[in-house]
């Protein structure tokens, strides 16, 4: 297993020694260098890129916290605060520290933050591996990076078409259970996905999404719509010949003429 990088910040000088020589001792850790304050620690941490570093919180000018929010994001490492004081156990939690541990450390106490920090490091690894891997296929296959993730979740479940769906709007994701979609209805290069009285929007064409679900399930009752068969109650004939669909949420759908024929027989046939 690769060694965690750490750097050791602390103000008291045998702190920061007997902190290193139990370090040292430790095949899961490769200790970059010690910093006796705020200042060196940033420094420090910018030109060496340490995973991990042991932070002392009370410290003359700058205390440890102070480091943590002015650590850069796109390069800051895990944070195990180490201290003579359980005041900051919250506080240390609340700008997410992988652990807390008291002075006088305890050997014991030590390796369990090592072990955490190397359960987290892990943990980031795969979520980026997977990531870099649907930014690889998205880029080869021209689609998009949520069309290969769900494509990913219906292999992973040992069935061609997805059974839930990765739906981005910024920062937030939302996922939507196959089983639960009312109908789906194209608008340009977006998918409106209706579930439960609320509408998702998906970046994904109609070709790209009929081919992720199922055709025994999903009718195609108009070229930009799509509608769950087990989601239908009923359907009417109008006067002037129209075919509708209700369905268990919302107002009726109409069926194109194109594809009215069809869902009739699919109806009759259940």
């Not at 359980?86 to 997410?96: G, L, R």
């Not at 609320?198 to 195609?220: A, D, Y």
């Not at 070229?223 to 109650?233: C, D, G, P």
Request: glycine content about 6%.
């Amino acid at each position: 297993m690769k060694p965690l990088t750490a750097l050791i910040v602390d103000d008291e000088s045998l702190a920061r020694k007997g902190l290193a020589l139990r370090l040292q001792d430790m095949e899961t850790v490769q200790l970059l260098g010690q910093c006796s304050n705020g200042i060196e620690a940033l420094d420090a941490i910018s030109e060496y890129s340490p995973e991990l570093i042991f932070l002392d919180i009370q410290m003359p000018g700058m205390d440890g916290f102070e480091v943590v929010r002015r650590m850069q994001a796109d390069n800051a490492p895990m944070v195990v605060f180490v201290t003579a004081f359980d005041d900051y156990a919250v506080d240390a939690f609340e700008v997410h520290a992988v652990d807390y541990v008291l002075k006088p450390i305890e050997n014991d106490r030590l390796a369990q933050a090592v072990e955490r920090a190397l359960a987290l490091r892990e943990q980031r690894d795969s979520v980026q591996s997977k990531q870099n891997l649907v930014a690889m296929m998205a880029d080869m296959t021209g689609n998009s990076a949520q069309v290969i993730e769900s494509m990913a979740a219906a292999t992973e479940g040992g069935s061609r078409y997805a059974d839930r769906l990765t739906i981005k709007d910024g920062a937030n994701i939302t996922v939507v259970k196959v089983a639960d979609i009312d109908w789906v209805d194209a608008a340009g290069d977006y998918m409106c996905i209706h579930v439960k009285g609320e509408t998702h929007i998906m970046r994904i064409t109609m070709k790209q999404l009929t081919e992720m679900l199922n055709p025994g399930v999903f009718l195609r009752i108009h070229r930009s719509t799509l509608v769950n068969a087990n989601m239908i109650t009923g359907a009417q004939t109008l006067a002037n010949g129209e075919y509708l669909l209700n369905l268990r949420e919302g107002a009726p759908l109409k069926v194109s003429r194109g594809h009215k024929e069809a869902v009739k027989r699919y109806l009759q046939g259940l």
